[in-house]
C-alpha cells in the first residue's frame, strides 16, 4: 500500500513537472521574439531618454498573432533597426480585449520605456493608461485605434477603412461592369455586429453604393465569428437562396478565405465577383488565379513603421512636435488581377 | 477479474424497456420527439423558400452536417462516460495547420491528390490522438478534472495553431476543394465517409463491451472500479477517441476550405455539446444514445442554415440554438419526472 501511494506521487510529480515545462514552453511561444534580452537594461536607463541616450520603445496591441499585426512588427522593427532603437513588442497572442492588454501594458510602463505606443482594444477602457504614460512623461502614440481623448498623444495613425469599403464598392462596380438601370443582388460577410473596422468599411461600402450605384443592392448581411468554415457556410447558403447573385463583399480575411473556398469547389469563379479583404499571401495568390475580382489591403507595416519612426523624430529633436503630423491615415490599396507583381509583394502579409 | 462479464454497475440504456411498454417508450422517446421536431424545422424552412430542400442546399446542409457531427459523436462518448472534452474544437484547428504545413510541399509538387488526402488525414489523425493522450495525462498524472485539463488544451491548442501559422491559412489546395464538392445525388462523398465511422461508432457505443464500459464509468466510476474495470485506461481512450475524431475533422475543415486555418474549429466545442444535449444525452454520464446527438446535431444544421435562407437577422441565429438548448433540455427533465424510477 505504501509503496503504491509512493508510485502514485512519483507519477503526480512527474506530471505536474511536464505540465510546469509545458507551460514555460509556451510562455516561451508566446513573448514575441523581438523583445531582446537588453530590453530590460534598456528601458531601465531609457527614462532618461536625453536625445543620445539609448531609446526603448514599447509597442503594445491587441491580438498579437493576427496577420494584421504581424506585419505592423515587421515594419516597427525595420524602423527599430533603421534608426538604431530598441522595440518591446508584446500584446496578448490571440485575445483582442482590454481585459487582457490593460495588465501587459501596465508592465510596459513599469518598465519605463523612452516612448509608448499602443494599439488600444477599447477607446475608453485604455484611456487610463495613455493618460498615466503621459503624467509620467512618456510621449504616446496610437496606432489602428485610438482612445477618446487624443489631445495630449503625440500623434494617431492609422488605416482608413470607410474609404477602402468605397473602394471595395467601386472595385466591385468595375467587375461587374455595371450599368445604370440594372439591378445587382450583393451580399456582405462580416466577422461581427461589434467589430468597428467592419463597421466602418460597410458603412463607406454602402455609402459609395448609395450615391453612385443605386443599382447594387445588399440583399443580406452575415457572420462568420471570425470562423472560416461559418463563413464558407454562409456563402453556400447564399447560392441557395440568390441563384442570380452578382457579388460577394468578403469584408476581412475569414470571411475572404471562407468566400474563395466557396465559389471553387461550386465552379462559380469568374461567375460571381468576389472583393475581399486582407492581403494574406493564400489570397494574393488567389486573387491572380482570378478567384478574387480584387483585394484590399491595410498598410500595417507602414503604420508600425511611422509610428516608431515618430517617436524616434521628437524624442531626438529635443520633445518638439515639429514635423511630426497628429493624424496620419493611411489609404487601404486595391489590388486586382492586373495589379504589378512588385506592389502585390509590397501589400502581401507575412506568411509562416 | 477479468470474466466479469456484465458489469453490475450498468445502467441499463433508455431504450432497454421491455417489450411489454414498447408504445409507451416510443411515444416518450426523446429521439422520436427530436425527429418530429427536425420534421416540423424542415417543413417550416421549405414553407419559407423551397429552396431548402433543392438538392444543391441538401449538398450544403450534409457537409456542414459532416464538419460537425464527429465533434459531436466524440463528445457523446467523454459525456457518457462522464466526463467533458472542451479542447475538441483547438484539436481541429492544430491538426488542420500541421496538416496543411504536411500537404502543402505535396500540393505544390503535384503530387496525387488522393496521395496528398491521405497523408493529411494520417497526420490529422495523428495530432488528434496526441493531444488524447495529452488530456489522459493531465488528468492520470497531474490530476486534473476533465473541465481543467481539457480547458488547458483547448488555451494551449489555439495558441499553438495561431503561433504555427502567424494566424493566417496555411495551404492553397484547389483539388481538395474539387473533392469536397464531389456529391452523388444529394450525398456529398465526405458525407458518406462520415456517416460510415458514426455508423461504426454507434456499434462500438451500444452493442460492444467497450460501449457497457463507458456508460459503466459514468453512471458509477467507483462501483466500475469495483467491478474490476480499468477506469482509467478505459477513459484515456475515450479521450484519444475524441481526439482523434477532432483531428479528423480539422481533416474535413481543409477539405471544405481548401487550406488549414488556425481559427477553424474556434468555438465549435460548444456547438459540439449542444449537439450532444439536445440529442437528450446527461451531462451527469451515465445515459444518452449516439442516435439523439446525431438528431441533435442535424437540427442545429437545419436551424443555421434555414435562418439564413429564410433571410432572418443573423443575430438570431444564437438566440434560436439557445432556444433548441433549452426546449430540449427541459423536454429531458421532464420526461424524468413523468417516468418516475427510469433515470435521466
Not at chain 1, 475569414?254 to 460571381?272: E, H, P
Not at chain 1, 472583393?275 to 475580382?293: E, I, P, R, W
Not at chain 2, 495530432?127 to 488524447?132: D, F, P, R
Not at chain 2, 456517416?195 to 464509468?217: E, M
Amino acid at each position: 500500500m505504501v509503496n503504491r501511494l509512493s508510485i502514485r506521487s512519483k507519477g503526480a510529480r512527474r506530471g505536474l513537472a511536464a505540465l510546469a515545462l509545458a507551460s514555460a514552453g509556451l510562455l516561451a511561444a508566446c513573448s514575441s521574439s523581438s523583445s531582446t534580452p537588453a530590453a530590460s537594461s534598456g528601458a531601465a536607463s531609457g527614462s532618461g531618454s536625453s536625445s543620445g541616450g539609448k531609446i526603448t520603445v514599447a509597442f503594445n496591441m491587441g491580438a498579437e498573432a493576427d496577420p494584421f499585426f504581424i506585419a505592423m512588427n515587421l515594419g516597427a522593427e525595420a524602423a527599430a533597426k533603421a534608426l538604431g532603437v530598441t522595440l518591446i513588442w508584446q500584446g496578448d497572442p490571440s485575445v483582442y480585449s482590454p481585459s487582457t492588454q490593460i495588465p501587459i501594458a501596465q508592465q510596459l510602463l513599469a518598465g519605463h520605456p523612452s516612448a509608448f505606443i499602443i494599439a488600444p482594444t477599447d477607446p475608453s477602457a485604455l484611456q487610463p493608461i495613455v493618460n498615466q504614460a503621459i503624467s509620467q512623461g512618456i510621449p504616446v502614440v496610437n496606432v489602428d485605434t485610438h482612445v477618446n481623448d487624443l489631445s495630449k498623444v503625440l500623434s494617431f495613425i492609422t488605416g482608413n477603412n470607410q474609404q477602402g469599403g468605397a473602394a471595395a464598392a467601386d472595385a466591385m462596380a468595375q467587375a461587374l461592369h455595371y450599368q445604370s438601370g440594372k439591378t445587382y443582388q450583393i451580399v456582405v460577410g462580416a466577422s461581427s455586429a461589434t467589430t468597428t473596422t467592419n463597421t466602418a468599411r460597410l458603412q463607406g461600402f454602402e455609402a459609395e453604393i448609395k450615391a453612385k450605384y443605386p443599382g447594387m443592392q445588399v440583399v443580406s448581411e452575415e457572420y462568420s465569428e471570425s470562423q472560416p468554415a461559418v463563413a464558407n457556410t454562409n456563402v453556400n447558403n447564399w447560392l441557395t437562396k440568390y441563384p442570380n447573385l452578382a457579388g460577394i463583399f468578403a469584408i476581412d480575411g475569414t470571411n475572404a478565405t471562407g468566400a474563395s473556398a466557396a465559389l471553387q469547389s461550386r465552379g462559380l469563379v469568374g461567375k460571381i465577383a468576389l472583393v475581399g479583404y486582407d492581403a494574406y499571401s493564400t489570397n494574393v495568390a488567389l486573387l491572380q488565379k482570378h478567384v478574387f475580382t480584387a483585394l484590399i489591403a491595410q498598410q500595417p507595416y507602414q503604420e508600425g513603421y511611422t509610428a516608431v519612426q515618430d517617436v524616434v523624430k521628437y524624442l531626438r529633436g529635443g520633445k518638439s512636435t515639429s514635423g511630426i503630423q497628429h493624424l496620419v491615415t493611411l489609404p487601404n490599396i486595391v489590388l486586382t488581377p492586373s495589379t504589378s507583381s512588385s506592389v502585390l509583394t509590397q501589400y502581401t502579409y507575412p506568411n509562416a | 477479474m477479468s470474466q466479469v462479464k456484465q458489469p453490475p454497475a450498468v445502467t441499463a440504456p433508455p431504450q432497454a424497456g421491455r417489450p411489454a411498454s414498447w408504445v409507451r417508450s416510443v411515444l416518450s422517446n426523446q429521439q422520436v420527439l427530436l425527429a418530429v421536431a427536425l420534421a416540423v424545422l424542415v417543413i417550416y424552412f421549405t414553407a419559407r423558400d423551397s429552396a431548402f430542400v433543392s438538392s444543391s442546399e441538401i449538398v450544403v446542409l450534409l457537409t456542414n452536417f459532416s464538419t460537425l457531427i464527429l465533434l459531436a459523436v466524440g463528445e457523446t462518448f467523454v459525456i457518457i462516460s462522464g466526463g467533458i472534452d472542451l479542447s475538441v474544437g483547438a484539436t481541429c484547428g492544430i491538426a488542420g495547420v500541421v496538416a496543411a504545413f504536411a500537404m502543402r510541399g505535396m500540393v505544390n509538387g503535384h503530387d496525387n491528390e488522393a496521395l496528398v488526402l491521405l497523408v493529411g488525414t494520417l497526420v490529422c489523425a495523428a495530432m488528434g490522438i496526441g493531444v488524447g493522450f495529452l488530456n489522459a495525462a493531465l488528468m492520470n498524472w497531474a490530476r486534473l478534472v476533465p473541465f481543467v485539463a481539457t480547458l488547458a488544451t483547448l488555451g494551449a491548442g489555439t495558441g499553438m495553431a495561431l503561433v504555427l501559422s502567424n494566424g493566417v491559412p496555411i495551404g492553397s489546395d484547389s483539388s481538395a476543394l474539387s473533392f469536397g464538392a464531389e456529391h452523388v445525388g444529394p450525398f456529398p462523398y465526405l458525407f458518406l465517409i462520415i456517416a460510415l465511422v458514426v455508423v461504426i461508432a454507434w456499434v462500438y457505443l451500444h452493442l460492444s463491451r467497450y460501449g457497457r464500459y463507458t456508460y459503466a464509468i459514468g453512471s458509477n466510476a467507483f462501483a466500475a472500479r469495483a467491478a474490476g474495470i480499468n477506469v482509467r485506461r478505459h477513459l484515456t481512450s475515450v479521450y484519444v477517441l475524441s481526439g482523434l475524431l477532432a483531428g479528423l475533422t480539422g481533416m474535413v475543415f481543409y477539405i471544405r476550405l481548401g487550406a488549414g486555418a488556425p481559427s477553424s474549429g474556434d468555438g465549435f466545442e460548444l456547438t459540439a455539446i449542444a449537439s450532444v444535449v439536445i440529442g437528450g444525452v446527461s451531462l451527469f454520464g451515465g445515459s444518452g444514445r449516439l442516435t439523439g446527438t446525431v438528431l441533435g446535431a442535424l437540427i442545429l444544421t437545419v436551424v443555421t442554415s434555414g435562418l439564413i435562407i429564410s433571410n432572418v437577422s443573423p443575430n438570431w441565429n444564437q438566440v434560436a440554438v439557445a432556444l433548441c438548448i433549452a426546449a430540449a433540455a427541459s423536454l429531458q427533465a421532464l420526461r424524468a419526472l413523468a417516468t418516475p424510477g427510469r433515470r435521466s
